[in-house]
């Protein structure tokens, strides 16, 4: 016989700082594009080469009336009405990045980069704390570091192909994280997040001065803005697929063990539940 129960799924901390990280990512986004908004060209190297930059984002002329133009690798693309030259059509304005997607929502440089800086030592912060409780709990471990099992060819197979399909675990398995989660959780928590700390601060002429190696590590302070913007849209694209994942295996049920740390989960028979400390 089918039955459903609630298990505790997600500790107090895990919770915590999930939340403070979606918050500080969101306004490091939209506060790093009106950073962006200031100079909307990208280069690689250790200077801008203003006549090469292998992004870029503008509003030109055609036939009388201008238009948001986009670069890449010297492609161009229209973008009217979302990059380039975009607002309301009756008070379009050639910024690279629309008003709504920017903090503040008018050109203020100086305040963007106040909250981009505040919010990114809150995520490092916030980011020590979720790391130093997971290697002390031994939750890192047991959570997100996968096992030989995991990582077998036949099981990773598996899972791309039920993923794909979306098709996700049910039952006893629904209680942990599959290997796709865990392989993408700690890319991005152990890999993409530091790397995008790290060009950050090779961006900062203070902490360049006390750490002048790091600036050639990355190929100059343009290629660490570069890989900084690319990081920071690989982040992005990692958030929309999750959405689109917890919306897919049943939104209420994920909302509501990342808020109460309570999972519901079908299983033939009768089910035990686990604690969990926080």
């Known amino acids: 016989m089918k039955t459903s129960q609630l298990v505790r799924r997600h500790a107090a901390v895990t919770r915590i700082t999930h939340w403070v990280n979606a918050l500080a ?3 490091l986004l939209m506060s790093g594009l009106q950073i962006f908004n200031a100079h909307p060209a ?11 930059p ?3 984002i503008g509003a030109v002329e055609r036939g009388g009336e201008p238009v948001g ?5 010297g492609k161009g693309f229209e973008t009217t009405g979302v990059l380039g030259w975009s607002g309301k059509p009756a008070a379009r304005s050639p910024i690279a990045f629309p008003a709504w997607a920017t903090i503040p929502s008018w050109r203020d440089l100086a305040t963007g980069r106040r909250w981009h ?14 790391l130093l409780w997971g290697l002390l ?11 030989r099992a995991d ?8 899972e791309i192909a039920t993923h794909a399909r979306l098709q996700f675990p049910k039952g006893e398995a629904a209680r942990r994280y599959n290997v796709l989660q865990k392989l993408s959780y700690l890319m991005v928590a152990l890999g993409l997040v530091p790397l995008m700390v790290a060009t950050g601060l090779t961006m900062s002429p203070g902490f360049n001065a006390a750490t002048p190696w790091l600036v050639d590590f990355f190929g100059g302070r343009q290629s660490a803005r570069s890989i900084h913007f690319l990081c920071a849209g690989a982040l992005v694209l990692f958030v929309l697929v999750h959405l689109a994942m917890v919306v897919a295996s049943g939104p209420w049920n994920n909302l509501r063990s990342m808020i109460t740390g309570r999972y519901r989960i079908e299983t033939e ?7 969990e400390g926080a």
């Open 25 to 27: 990512l969101l306004c």
């Open 69 to 73: 133009l986009t670069k890449i690798a």
């Open 151 to 158: 990582l077998a060819p036949g099981n990773l197979r598996h």
């Open 54 to 56: 292998w992004l870029a």
């Open 137 to 147: 709990s031994g939750r890192l471990r047991r959570d997100l570091c996968p096992t």
């Open 117 to 130: 800086f505040f919010f990114a030592w809150v995520l490092v912060f916030n980011g020590l704390v979720w």
């Open 269 to 275: 028979g009768r089910i035990e539940t686990e604690g």
């Open 42 to 52: 990208l280069y690689w190297g250790p200077k801008s080469e203003f006549q090469r």
